[in-house]
């Protein structure tokens, strides 16, 4: 089987989405919970300035990282594609949060061949410089940006990305069916190779 590189992103995808939620609550006087969460832009869903958002993440950014739950699955399905496959994480986080994300990373056991954090959504040129073969992901508007520049992008189903898909991003809903992918995906290369 071929080796694939995976790009993975980190926040509401191999962390739970929606941990941030008490913290929010408590800091803006809300009463959130998951099924409310529609937006991708924590802003918007509490009607408030993004710079008033910023100010919240300011200071409780790298708690917020620090405290993020894992996804059922992803400890035991990202041990096992890393013995198989590159595993590069991807992430729009700053690189002001590398060591909380670093420890995060180490204290859930989550192996890797590289960390990248970009402080922006635009991730076509990584996935390029990175050469993707696979791209994981949670926000609607990266996995059409990334659709729309040629890559293929398994959409991990959330509250805040409903929407039509192109054919070159599937909609997954849990770690288990993404092992089940990638395997099918590096299956077909293979033959995909022999053919040629």
């Known amino acids: 089987m071929r080796k694939l590189n995976l790009c993975i992103d980190i926040d509401g995808t191999v962390t ?3 941990y941030w939620i008490p913290r929010v609550n408590e800091y803006f006087n809300t009463n959130i919970e998951p099924k409310d969460v529609k937006f991708y832009e924590i802003h918007k869903l509490l009607g408030v300035k993004e710079n008033v958002y910023n100010e919240f993440y300011e200071i409780y950014g790298e708690l917020l990282h620090k405290e993020a739950k894992i996804r059922v699955g992803v400890k ?3 041990n096992k594609l890393y ?3 590159n595993i590069y994480f991807v992430t729009a986080r700053e690189e002001r949060m590398r060591y909380v994300s670093l420890e995060w990373l180490t204290r859930n056991q989550l192996p890797m061949h590289g960390i990248h954090l970009l402080g922006s959504h635009n991730k ?4 390029v410089d ?3 073969d696979l791209f994981i992901e949670d926000r609607y508007e990266n996995a ?3 659709a729309h520049a040629g890559f293929e992008v398994l959409l991990i189903d959330c509250n805040y990305n409903k929407g039509m898909l192109p054919s070159n991003v599937t909609r997954v809903r849990h770690w288990f069916q993404i092992d ?8 077909q290369n293979d033959e995909f190779k022999v053919a040629l």
């Open 144 to 146: 059409l940006q990334l």
């Open 130 to 132: 990175l050469d993707c």
């Open 180 to 187: 089940k992918l990638i395997k099918d995906y590096a299956e």
């Open 76 to 78: 035991e399905i990202i």
């Open 124 to 127: 076509v040129r990584k996935a």
């Open 83 to 85: 013995d198989l496959h």
């Open 16 to 18: 739970e989405p929606y």
